[in-house]
């Protein structure tokens, strides 16, 4: 254990302890974010241990996340209201721009709050038990925790208008089918499947995760002839690299795997 809060804890694995994995622990609640909490996000992610390559966010319980603490909802006035939506986008812009891929372990609810966090991620790999849903629309209120920017990013604005206007839910099927999850493991647990990833994303390059992490985004967002300008920098400096020369020639001498037919 690095880090310590009730209601979130962060275990290091791997033989390099190279993984981390951050978990909500506030079953009782279904894991909805109150402000400790989400702060507690904020400060994990910003001080992953050196050895972290990757990380792993779950929740205890029988859900992912319940979405933000509603108890805590009508203490806060309008200026309140604004600063509490804008701590919320620190918190998660410390879970997407970070220093390491992110990857969000998803189970039973994923919904509200949740489902902010969850598309802060980099990569979202679902159980079967797991259903996402917007219930802020029908709650009378809106997304205040990045999810109007990410959500339509995974899924578009049409149909993320259609779950926050008729509160519609979307099992685990539907929700790998319309880009909500990249991963959907039958019968085994989305925790255990997050974890080959993180290994897997671990011995990537630090260049190549840095580039696909904080170049990638920004040169969606930016016009062709940026990105395409922005794409030849980031390029030129993750082959510059000596850990890409090595591997590179390693491909070239036989030594490294070639890539296989998918399953
Ligand atoms: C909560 C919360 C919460 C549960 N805030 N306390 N999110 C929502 O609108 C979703 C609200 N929650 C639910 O719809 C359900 O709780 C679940 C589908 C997630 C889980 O159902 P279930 O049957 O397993 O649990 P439960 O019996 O509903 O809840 C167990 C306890 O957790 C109960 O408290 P208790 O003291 O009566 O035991 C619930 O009150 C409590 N609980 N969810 C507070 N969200 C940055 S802006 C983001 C805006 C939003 O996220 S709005 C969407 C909020």
Same mark, same amino acid.
């Given at each position: 254990m690095t880090f310590q809060h009730p209601d979130l804890s962060v275990q290091l694995h791997g033989e390099q302890q190279e993984i981390a994995i951050v978990t909500m622990n506030r079953p009782a609640k279904r894991n909805a974010l109150n402000d400790g909490l989400i702060l507690a996000i904020r400060d994990a992610f910003q001080n992953?241990?050196? %050895?972290?390559?990757a990380a792993v966010v779950d929740g205890e319980g029988e859900h992912f996340c319940a979405g933000l603490?509603? %108890?805590?909802? %009508?203490?806060?006035?309008a200026a309140e209201g604004v600063f509490h939506s804008r701590m919320w986008h620190a918190a998660l812009e410390c879970v997407e721009k970070g220093t390491v891929p992110v990857i969000a372990a998803l189970h039973g609810a994923v919904v509200g709050g949740g489902l902010e966090l969850a598309s802060a991620c980099h990569i979202r790999v679902a159980d079967e038990t797991t259903f996402y849903a917007l219930p802020e629309g029908t709650r009378g209120i809106f997304v205040g925790g990045g999810g109007a920017v990410r959500v339509p990013k995974l899924i578009g604005a049409a149909r993320m208008t259609d779950m926050m206007l008729t509160g519609r839910v979307y099992n685990a099927a539907d929700g790998e089918r319309v880009g909500l999850s990249q991963y959907l493991v039958p019968g085994g647990t989305a925790r255990e499947k997050a974890i080959e990833l993180a290994t897997r994303i671990a011995t990537n390059a630090r260049m190549t995760n840095f580039a696909l992490m904080h170049a990638l985004p920004r040169i969606a967002e930016q016009p062709a002839d940026h990105g395409l300008f922005t794409e030849a920098l980031m390029a030129s400096i993750a082959q510059s690299a000596p850990e890409a020369k090595e591997r590179v020639r390693a491909f070239l001498e036989g030594k490294a795997a070639k890539v296989k037919k998918a399953d």
């Open positions: 992953l241990p050196a %050895s972290v390559r603490d509603l %108890s805590e909802l %009508s203490e806060r006035d």
